[in-house]
């Protein structure tokens, strides 16, 4: 099958690139740029691509390879510091920009080149960069540039050495997919050959094979990846499955019970549900720092999980987990080994060790290879609910991330209710599955209002709602005016404590999607 490699220079948008790949059926993996050159000749890649990164390649501390893998006589594409990397290995020149670019810029196309064919002579183009390439190697000729960054793309085809300033594999880049096809099809030479059909069924009888007669145990959140882990293992090996779900509380309303519904009525399995969401206020009592509250939530998770697993486990099942290849490169280790491991934003709590006294055959993750929309053709393929295949991401700290300031029970009562509102006037209006996620946020602020004839001095709610192709960018959502007016006549109308609803307009960066 043939392979593109990936490799990391600790860009943000690193993972996105290996996914643009596979999407056009093309299998590729991410390697830390600390990879012996031997360990990449071995695997015989079709073509390899420098990913971006925060660094200065003048800083002797950055992330460097020896120039011997622009030899290899394997195609490479450098991409923003891949691209200002590849330069100055090769004698190009690189310099602070006298104007750093960032966001959106307007691409002009200078030549016709197999790497920007189909692409039009002017399109939009992500940049985010404060060096660049002034004057590009020997050989080399410039394709095109922008206003600020003269040598924005730039080739040398004898040798098979590509490189762009902006980021391709983010969706603000129009053309971003195409240069990518054209890199892997018509420079590479890539056979479409990775397919999803044949993942089931091998990753069934390799679970079977493994197992025997023994147990697994998984760590159930009731999330898109744990849910088709639970469901392949399920399908595997049945009632030698044991899924245990930590119910924190800050699932949204109902969400627990659906969650218990549908794992002991449809899967074949042993399902341990653990209620402790009153643990789980008293541990957050008088925590307003978000980051301490990810932690508090993490760590309680954390306890609370592996307490139950200690009795069950008994040193003679294996773990399994719902793990899927972005979280371990978002987590900083994994793929890169945390080496040049993307820089961590927010604390996932996804991705824990396993306590030192806890003893496992070993660990099983089905999806550790694939990327979300992968994990939910599999989903499909194992005919779980489409509900459940298609549902939003929900982050694991849950309503934690959703309320400002400290956590009580009467904030995650009203926030549940005016979520429950949104989330049903979106799904009557069959806006659902149109919009990537969307969700209420309890702001934490209080303002003043009007009731009958009395003043009233209360919440603050906002309704968070964003389209995104991958949750790294993107846009917030235009939800028709029509139904903002209804979410919110319905949530002051019905949830009481809350006189006031504000949307929220800011696309990601500069802001995340969550609040916290
Ligand atoms: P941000 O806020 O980082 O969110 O722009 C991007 C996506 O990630 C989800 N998210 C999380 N998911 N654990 C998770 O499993 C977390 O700690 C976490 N924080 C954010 C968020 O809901 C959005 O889909």
């Known amino acids: 099958m ?5 490799l990391d220079f600790g860009g943000q948008y690193n993972q996105l690139i290996a996914r643009r790949v596979r999407a056009l059926n093309v299998y590729a993996e991410i390697l830390p ?41 394997v195609p490479v594409l450098g991409i923003c510091y891949g691209c200002q990397l590849m330069a100055w290995l090769l004698g190009g020149e690189v310099r602070t920009a006298p104007v750093s670019e960032y966001g959106k810029i307007t691409l002009v196309k200078d030549k016709n080149s197999i790497l920007l064919e189909d692409v039009k002579s002017e399109s939009t183009v992500w940049m985010s960069h404060t060096d660049y390439v002034s004057k590009v190697p020997k050989g080399f000729d410039i394709t095109a540039h922008t206003e600020n960054c003269p040598c924005a793309v730039f ?16 969706t603000h880049t129009e053309f971003g997919n195409t240069i990518i096809s054209n890199f892997v099809k018509k420079i590479c030479l890539c056979s479409s050959e990775w397919q999803m059909d044949n993942f ?19 760590g159930l959140s009731g999330g898109v990846d744990s849910s088709v882990a639970a469901a392949i293992i399920s ?4 009632k030698q499955l044991t899924c245990v779900f930590v119910d924190h509380g800050l699932m949204r309303k109902g969400e627990g019970d659906f969650v218990e519904k549908t794992f002991s009525q449809l899967f074949d399995m042993n399902f341990v549900r653990i209620n402790c969401g009153e643990h789980f206020l008293n541990q957050l009592k008088g925590i307003t720092d978000p980051e301490e509250k990810r932690k508090c939530i993490s760590r309680e998770f954390y306890n609370t999980f592996w307490n139950e697993i200690r009795e069950i486990a008994g040193g003679n099942a294996y773990f399994a987990q719902g793990t899927i290849y972005p979280d371990r490169i978002e987590s900083g280790h994994g793929a890169t080994d945390g080496k040049a491991g993307s820089a961590v934003i927010k604390t996932h709590h996804n ?9 496992f055959l070993g660990i099983i993750e089905p999806l550790k290879d694939l990327f979300k929309d992968e994990v939910r053709i599999v989903g499909e393929q194992l005919n779980i609910p489409k509900d459940l295949v298609w549902r939003q991401p929900f982050p694991g700290p849950g309503l934690g991330v959703r309320i400002i300031g400290e956590i009580t029970a009467e904030k995650v009562r009203l926030l549940q209710d005016a979520d429950y509102i949104l989330r049903d006037e979106m799904f009557k209006n069959g806006y659902e599955k149109q919009l990537s996620q969307f969700f209420c946020v309890y702001t934490g602020s209080k303002a003043v209002g009007v009731m009958g004839d009395h003043r009233t001095y209360e919440n603050v709610i906002a309704i968070r709602a964003v389209t995104t192709d991958d949750f790294m960018t993107a846009d917030w959502a235009k939800i028709p005016y029509d139904i ?14 809350i006189n006031r609803i504000v949307y929220d307009i800011t696309s990601k960066p500069p802001a995340t999607v969550e609040w916290e």
């Open 2 to 6: 043939d392979k593109i490699l990936v």
């Open 33 to 73: 740029y600390t990879t012996e050159i031997s360990e990449i000749k071995k695997n015989n890649y079709k073509g390899i691509i420098f990913t971006g990164g925060p660094n200065s390649v003048f800083d002797t501390s950055s992330p460097h390879y020896s120039k011997d893998i622009l030899e290899l006589g």
């Open 155 to 170: 080739e040398n085809p004898e040798n098979r050495l590509y490189s762009l300033q902006f980021h391709p594999e983010v």
């Open 200 to 218: 089931v069924e091998s990753k069934i009888s390799e679970i079977r094979k493994l197992v025997g007669d023994k147990k697994v145990i998984l």
């Open 235 to 238: 399908r595997a090996i049945g």
């Open 351 to 359: 991705m824990g060790k396993i306590p030192s006294d806890v003893n």
């Open 484 to 497: 903002l007016t209804t979410v919110s006549n319905r949530i002051t109308n019905e949830v009481r404590g």
